[in-house]
């Protein structure tokens, strides 16, 4: 499987509309990848949050179509990052988009951890509530978004839905860059999956991102990472190595479900 990460900058010097039209053909320039990967909120940058209203769309809105033309130009997987989405019926929701080779939507993923605790993205966004896998030939995707990351719980319940390959889509600022480094390998090690993290790069509403956007198998070795500036970050790797490495050291099975909570003396 070969995956291109295409790690955006965001800085306000560029308009929403030149930025679609730039990722868009970045994304055209990864055919012949099977996967090509974006970050979160790339249109406006995840801590734009008085952008997030100004800027959200319908699922199907611009930046559905810019990313669904092309994924098929390209012909590539193309999990698109994610757009602030405007639910005619309900709140925003920051929901990233995943498209086929034929620039059909292949899944829609409303994140389900919104960061801020109480302000930001957590109060202007609501929060999504199903886990999303996407199969793809060789793989299975399982879909999370940047401070989903943390927790532990929704990608050991992606594993158990069949997920193989953990897609974080992020925009994660450079304050807490080894937190983004040391989870990402979490994942994969306790998962015993790949992960693939996109981040962004540049600064936006005065938060200088992280970039450093990572692939890591499923032993826990980073088999690539980006730098901190704009980078296409290429990499293959074996999507069967995730069946050998559950054989071969199946720490998965010895998990004990249903352990009682202490007894209160
Ligand atoms: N956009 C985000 O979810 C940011 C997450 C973050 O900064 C963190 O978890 O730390």
């Not at 801020?116 to 399982?142: S, Y």
């Not at 860059?177 to 090690?189: C, D, E, F, K, Y």
């Not at 936006?204 to 730098?227: F, K």
């Not at 559950?246 to 998965?252: G, H, I, K, V």
Request: glycine fraction near 10%.
């Amino acid at each position: 499987m070969r995956a291109s990460v295409i790690q955006i900058a965001v800085d306000e010097g560029e308009s929403v509309e030149s930025r679609r039209w730039r990722v868009a053909s970045l994304v055209r320039e990864q055919a012949g990848a099977d996967l090509v990967v974006l970050p979160e909120l790339w249109t406006t940058g995840a801590f734009a949050y008085e952008e997030f209203g100004r800027e959200a769309e319908p699922l199907d809105g611009p930046t559905y179509e810019a990313m669904a033309k092309a994924a098929s130009d390209a012909g590539v997987w193309l999990h698109a990052g994610s757009i602030p989405e405007r639910d005619p019926e309900g709140p925003l929701y920051n929901t990233s988009l995943v498209f086929s080779p034929s620039g059909d939507l292949a899944a829609a993923y409303r994140k389900i951890h919104r960061f801020g605790f109480d302000k930001g993205e957590a109060v202007l966004m609501g929060a999504g509530a199903e886990l999303v896998t996407v199969r793809l030939p060789g793989t299975v995707l399982g879909l999370s978004t940047c401070y989903d990351l943390r927790f532990p719980e929704l990608f050991r319940s992606l594993v158990d839905a069949g997920a193989e390959t953990l897609v974080v889509s992020a925009g994660w600022p450079e304050r807490r860059r080894s937190h983004w480094t040391l989870l990402a390998q979490a994942r994969a090690v306790e998962n015993q999956s790949f992960v693939v993290a996109c981040g962004t790069a540049g600064t936006h509403a005065g938060v200088p991102q992280a970039g450093h956007s990572i692939v890591v198998d499923p032993w826990g070795e980073v088999l690539a990472e980006a730098g901190a500036d704009e980078e296409v970050l290429t990499v293959e790797f074996d999507p069967g190595k995730v069946a050998t490495t559950r054989e071969q050291f199946p720490a998965l099975k010895d998990r004990l479900l249903g352990l009682e909570p202490p007894r209160r003396p």
